[in-house]
């Protein structure tokens, strides 16, 4: 189990400049299954079938995600079918979604495709959840 799963999936204090990370990059072409983590930011430009746990996380208009996506701030301008569990998500103009997002500030700009609950959360919904709900038929 990581270190990250130990504590609540998302803190609502910025951490950005704090770890010193580089942006990770899920390039084109690269299609990853399984779940995958990191403290810093996450820009997804290939296809990821599975779980990504991220502080930021950018899925670009070329990426793809079928899966759940944590993080505290989320930007989709490509396609998802999933969740999204995240305190701040932007969609951008070229997001297509499909699924659920849950969300305490949200932002979506004309044109983007939305086929998903989008349910509001309060902040103390991302800082208690301990582990996702499992998915409903």
Same mark, same amino acid.
């Given at each position: 189990?990581?270190?990250?799963?130990? %504590?609540?999936?998302?803190?609502? %204090?910025?951490?950005? /400049?704090?770890?010193?990370? $580089? $942006?990770?990059?899920? /390039?084109? /072409?690269? @299609?990853? @299954?399984?779940a995958l983590e @990191?403290?810093?930011? =996450? %820009?997804? %430009?290939?296809?990821?079938?599975?779980t990504?746990? !991220?502080?930021? =996380?950018?899925?670009? !208009? +070329? /990426?793809?995600?079928?899966? +759940?996506?944590? !993080?505290?701030?989320?930007?989709?301008c490509g396609r998802l079918n999933g969740r999204v569990f995240a305190l701040n998500v932007m969609l951008d103009s070229t997001a297509d979604i499909k699924g659920r997002v849950f969300h305490h500030t949200m932002e979506v700009a004309r044109g983007a495709r939305v086929d998903a609950r989008m349910?509001?959360?309060p902040l103390n919904f991302f800082e208690t959840l301990e582990q996702l709900p499992e998915t409903q038929p």
């Open positions: 189990m990581s270190a990250m799963a130990e %504590h609540a999936l998302i803190r609502t %204090h910025a951490r950005r /400049g704090e770890n010193g990370l $580089a $942006a990770s990059r899920i /390039g084109n /072409g690269l @299609t990853v @299954t399984g @990191t403290d810093g930011e =996450l %820009h997804v %430009h290939g296809r990821v079938l599975g990504l746990r !991220a502080d930021r =996380l950018v899925l670009a !208009a +070329d /990426g793809e995600v079928e899966g +759940d996506i944590v !993080a505290r701030d989320v930007r989709i349910p509001w959360r």
